[in-house]
């Protein structure tokens, strides 16, 4: 059974940090692409960055560039997200996914988590 688990979220003041973290399992993590997605009250689920298999192609939302990292070690089946210089426009749940076969922002991914809060005051 693939699950996929995020952590790291919490309630932070506008300018700080966090790094998300999606676990994995159930699944061979060194073949899949991953995303991280976030989706706010009231609005549709947006995609903030994207990582291959490997590592070694990225793709950022234009919204998050520079502020946003997205990596992965594939040794402990685990993707990050590294969130500097946070603002209150990014309060959301964030979630990831995985799929075997489709890589990029506006893929479609097969597998997803159940979500983490991420809450920026200002």
């Known amino acids: 059974q693939v699950q996929l688990v995020e952590s790291g979220g919490g309630l932070v003041q506008a300018g700080d940090s966090l790094r998300l973290s999606c676990a994995t399992s159930g699944l061979t993590f060194s073949y899949y692409n991953m995303g991280w997605f976030r989706q706010a009250p009231g609005k549709e689920r947006e995609p903030v960055a994207a990582?291959?298999?490997?590592?070694?192609?990225?793709d950022y939302t234009d919204s998050v560039k520079g502020r946003f990292t997205i990596s992965r070690d594939n040794a402990k089946n685990t993707m990050y997200l590294q969130m500097n210089s946070l603002k209150s426009e990014d309060t959301a749940v964030y979630y990831c996914?995985?799929?075997?076969?489709?890589?990029?922002?506006?893929?479609?991914?097969?597998?997803w988590g159940q979500g983490t809060q991420v809450t920026v005051s200002s």
């Open positions: 990582i291959n298999w490997s590592g070694g192609n990225t």
């Open positions: 996914a995985a799929d075997n076969y489709n890589y990029g922002l506006r893929a479609l991914y097969d597998y």
